[in-house]
């Protein structure tokens, strides 16, 4: 069965430093998400991305954020500077189905990062 | 603007016991409902979505959703609880299209032998 499946599952770093995070959606999706879950708290959503570029944003998606899908498979979240507070989980998502409303979205296993 | 209530961060149930996970959800326009479950260790999978079809909602693994939206609820249930069931469990909301989800706070399911 088709799955997202994300790399590294553990990143650590230190604060200041840019990080990657890399995310292999299913492959004939068309829409892409990151989403983030701070320790204890809930999932939050970071951006959406269709048609090679941002479709929506949220207020945590800053300048320090950034969204590419390099090439026909990868789909990366990068943080330029990153901060204590960026220590999150990190979920990759696609889906797939055009305009349909409620849409799944598949979820990836997650990136752990932590900053220290 | 969209969001979701889960009551209680941890329920625990007895083996072969009703589950019942609650969520109450705020929406101005007609929602897009959907539970998700994370086993320890592993990414978010779909239980169950409601769509504005009928308003009961039957999921993988024997779980079940109801829409009230007279009570603006869409509670999880699964009649008989199995060990395998322990986990965290989403509610979520959508607002339609491929649009993002907004997720409740999660509820960690224990059950007990």
């Known amino acids: 069965e088709p799955e997202v499946t994300q790399t590294p599952s553990h990143q650590v770093t230190q604060m200041g430093q840019e990080v990657i995070l890399r995310c292999v959606p299913i492959s004939n999706h068309l829409y892409f998400y990151w989403y983030r879950q701070i320790l204890g708290q809930k999932v939050e959503f970071l951006v959406s991305?269709?048609?090679?570029?941002?479709?929506?944003k949220s207020e945590i998606f800053d300048d320090q954020f950034s969204v590419e899908r390099p090439d026909g498979s990868n789909f990366t979240l990068k943080i330029r500077s990153t901060k204590l507070e960026d220590s999150a989980m990190y979920f990759c998502?696609?889906?797939?189905?055009?305009?349909?409303?409620?849409?799944?979205?598949?979820f990836g296993p997650g990136t752990r990062l932590t900053v220290l | 603007a969209q969001s979701v209530t889960q009551l209680g961060s941890h329920v625990s149930v007895s083996e072969g016991a009703l589950v019942l996970l609650r969520c109450n959800y705020s929406?101005?326009?007609?929602?897009?409902l959907f539970w998700y479950v994370q086993y320890p260790n592993q990414g978010l999978q779909l239980l169950l979505k409601y769509t504005s079809a009928a308003t009961l909602v039957k999921g993988i693994n024997g779980f079940e959703a109801e829409f009230k939206k007279s009570e603006t609820s869409f509670h999880l249930t699964k009649p008989s609880a199995h060990m395998s069931d322990a986990a965290e469990y989403f509610c979520?909301?959508?607002?339609?299209?491929?649009?993002?989800?907004?997720f409740g706070k999660g509820t960690r399911l224990h059950i007990l032998p």
């Open positions: 929406s101005s326009v007609p929602p897009y």
């Open positions: 991305f269709y048609n090679n570029e941002i479709s929506e």
């Open positions: 979520a909301v959508g607002v339609g299209g491929n649009d993002k989800i907004i």
């Open positions: 998502a696609s889906s797939g189905e055009t305009g349909l409303a409620g849409s799944e979205q598949f």
